[in-house]
């Protein structure tokens, strides 16, 4: 896994964390498999509705959940934010 990959995974388990795992020592792969997703949109520079929309179609279509659109699209946010630090 990449340096990029990392950060993403951090932001997704600690911050996004919407099933509530990121303390719980063999969940630390849950969101592995959105990861290389997220990347290619950060990647691909886009908006931070954009991530959000795939975030929240992961949340509320994927995991079947109620989803919260504020901390959702703080966690957008906060992506695309990293997407500009790490792209320099």
Known sequence: ???????????????WDP????DVPEAQDEYDAYVPDVYRLLM??????????YLW???TE???LRGN?????EIAI?????????QG
């Open 1 to 15: 896994m990449t340096r990029d990959h990392r950060e993403i995974k951090r932001v997704l388990l600690q911050d």
């Open 19 to 22: 099933i509530g795992v990121g």
């Open 44 to 53: 691909g520079r886009v908006s931070v509705r954009e991530v959000f929309e």
């Open 57 to 59: 179609q992961v949340e």
């Open 62 to 64: 994927h995991m079947g």
């Open 69 to 73: 659109r504020a901390h959702t699209h």
């Open 78 to 86: 906060s992506l695309v934010a990293l997407a500009e630090r790490l």
